[in-house]
């Protein structure tokens, strides 16, 4: 097992699909509002991204985050991205961080700050990265990885596993099994 984060590396949490999004109202680091599940949705798809700063796993596939949103995101999916760390014991992950990093890598999507981490609970979050795609009715329809690239593996990001799940839903197909579960550092709940 891999130590990146200073601890052994966490999976996606496996629950059923079919769950309807929660709503929340948290603050975009990058537009500075607060902004809700109704103003961010997408037409066909949303993909919530719980991310961080800090993570390797998460600094591994950044540019892929930025090449996936940009090439979806004309296509009605929307891409939120979510840091729920507890940033009392990782600065590195406050929202003014937070909203440098959105910057330096030209985010196209809202970097949203779950300060009190209610957010991340309501979504089954465990890692960073971890993903959930909501289909048109906001009813999660996939969790699970990026791609099979790690920090450690010799593989490039691709967004492949999303990719082939954004393709599905555009063209009204089934979703490509199995959904392999994304494996990160753990988010950092507060004590």
């Given at each position: ?89 990782y600065p590195q992950d406050s929202p003014e961080q937070m ?93």
């Amino acid at each position: 097992m891999r130590y990146l984060c200073g601890m052994a590396a966490t999976e996606t949490i496996l629950i059923p699909l079919g769950f309807h999004a929660p709503d929340f109202s948290l603050y975009d680091v990058v537009s500075r509002e607060t902004r809700s599940l109704a103003d961010l949705r997408g037409k066909h798809a949303t993909v919530f991204m719980f991310i961080c700063n800090h993570c390797p796993f998460v600094k591994h596939i950044n540019a892929e985050l930025v090449r996936l949103a940009n090439d979806y995101s004309p296509q009605g999916i929307a891409f939120i991205a979510i840091s729920s760390n507890d940033v009392e014991k990782y600065p590195q992950d406050s929202p003014e961080q937070m909203a440098a990093l959105a910057e330096t890598l030209a985010y196209p999507f809202p970097y949203l700050y779950d300060e009190t981490q209610d957010i991340a609970r309501a979504y089954f979050a465990a890692c960073t990265p971890d993903f959930s795609i909501f289909d048109a009715d906001l009813r999660c329809v996939y969790r699970g990885q990026l791609d099979a690239s790690r920090p450690s593996n010799q593989i490039a990001p691709s967004g492949s596993d999303i990719r082939a799940a954004l393709d599905a839903i555009l063209q009204q197909k089934p979703i490509p099994e199995p959904q392999r579960p994304s494996i990160g550092c753990n988010i950092k709940w507060r004590n």
